[in-house]
């Protein structure tokens, strides 16, 4: 028997995919469900989920602001895609992800504040040759974030404010504005912590001050919280299931008043052929989307490493966003074989 989207949620739950969640689906620009499930906290203090719950949505940020303020950036003739940004490495190769940077790295370890994350990303060697394959880097982010603020001479959580959340009646949504009554990630770093033995000493790792207690309201991110204090171009966005698919219904839209319908073409559809079929990149948005075991490739979306993804098919017309807490008190799961589950559910 097929189940439907309240099921898959309640499944997961079950599961121990994640403490709580809030799921948004709509359906031809009216909604069809806004609920939310389970505990935004478990420790210290148990808190139920609420539908208005503001969740870091991780590298969401990526597509909710850096996105959006690059091209309203072009279509108000600030940039240029094929601007260079570092040697021959373009707007474009950073926004689909084939600027040859690393992936990630704890430039948090070595380096604090804007000019010293910028002088160890100017030295990175690059992975592979620039526009060859299509590796997804935080770091290339990152460095879209400090050209955004050259290019407006603005702090990004200032620029993508007025650029971006404000036009988009996004009220809900910002930097450094969560509070302690946000859903809470992890408690401490120690999943960072882990992926850090390939890059540094474990004297280094030792010496580090890490958070240990329960993360609410600040950034789980940490070369944003602790290299760009909470604010940058790949990660440390707070935001409600609301706000987020007010934002995907600009999108499913093709742009509203917001951006043009060439924008949008070039956003979601792909702009690569160095990936295996089904993985493609548009600028910014990942093009394609598994629902069950089917593609579905007039869809695109994106996911956050707190438990976060929002997806929009033109086919059936549909937008989902699901925000969970994943890392809260259980394991790092991997969400993508219960998100193809949520996504044959909804589009199919």
């Known amino acids: 028997m097929r189940m439907n989207v309240r099921d898959v949620v309640e ?6 995919m994640f403490a709580g969640a809030v799921v948004h689906v709509s359906r031809g620009g009216h909604e069809v469900l806004h609920e939310a499930f389970g505990q935004a906290e478990l420790t210290p203090r148990r ?27 072009i279509q108000l003739g600030r940039l240029e895609l094929d601007r260079p940004v570092l040697r021959n ?9 084939t600027s040859g940077l690393p992936a990630w790295k704890p430039l948090y370890l070595w380096a604090q504040g804007r000019a010293a994350y ?3 990303i100017k030295a990175e060697r690059l992975d592979y040759e620039t526009g060859v394959q299509s ?11 400090f050209v955004l603020e050259d290019i407006w001479q603005k702090p990004l959580a200032d620029l993508t404010r007025d650029l971006v959340f404000a036009p988009l009646g996004m009220e809900n949504t910002g930097y450094l ?6 859903v809470a990630t992890e408690v401490g770093n120690g999943i960072e912590r882990r992926m850090c033995l390939d890059y540094a000493t474990p004297c280094e790792i030792a010496e580090f001050p890490w958070r240990t207690e329960t993360i609410c309201g600040e950034v789980h991110d940490c070369n944003c919280h602790y290299g760009l204090q909470g604010v940058s171009g790949h990660a440390g966005l707070f935001s409600t299931a609301a706000d987020t698919a007010r934002y995907l219904q600009m999108w499913a839209e093709e742009g509203q008043d917001f951006l043009a319908p060439e924008l949008i073409r070039l ?12 993985l493609t990149r548009g600028l910014g948005w990942e093009v394609g989307a598994w629902a069950g075991e089917a593609f579905l490739p007039e869809a695109f979306g994106h996911t956050g490493f707190t438990g976060t993804s929002m ?11 699901a925000l969970t807490n994943r890392v809260h008190l259980t394991p790092a799961a991997n969400l993508s074989t219960w998100r193809r589950s949520l996504h044959r559910a909804a589009f199919t």
């Open 311 to 321: 997806w929009y098919d033109r086919t059936s017309r549909t937008a989902v966003v």
């Open 89 to 97: 490495i373009t707007i474009q190769h950073l926004l689909t992800h």
């Open 47 to 73: 808190r139920p989920m609420t539908v208005d719950a503001v969740f870091d949505v991780a590298s969401l940020t990526k597509v909710m602001a850096t996105l959006p303020a690059v091209l309203r950036s």
């Open 135 to 145: 590796v997804y880097s935080d770091l290339g982010l990152i460095l879209l974030g």
């Open 267 to 278: 956003a979601t559809t792909s702009q690569t052929d160095t990936t295996p079929p089904g």
């Open 118 to 120: 910028l002088d160890r």
């Open 177 to 182: 504005e969560a509070g302690k009554d946000a």
């Open 11 to 16: 499944q997961g739950l079950a599961e121990g």
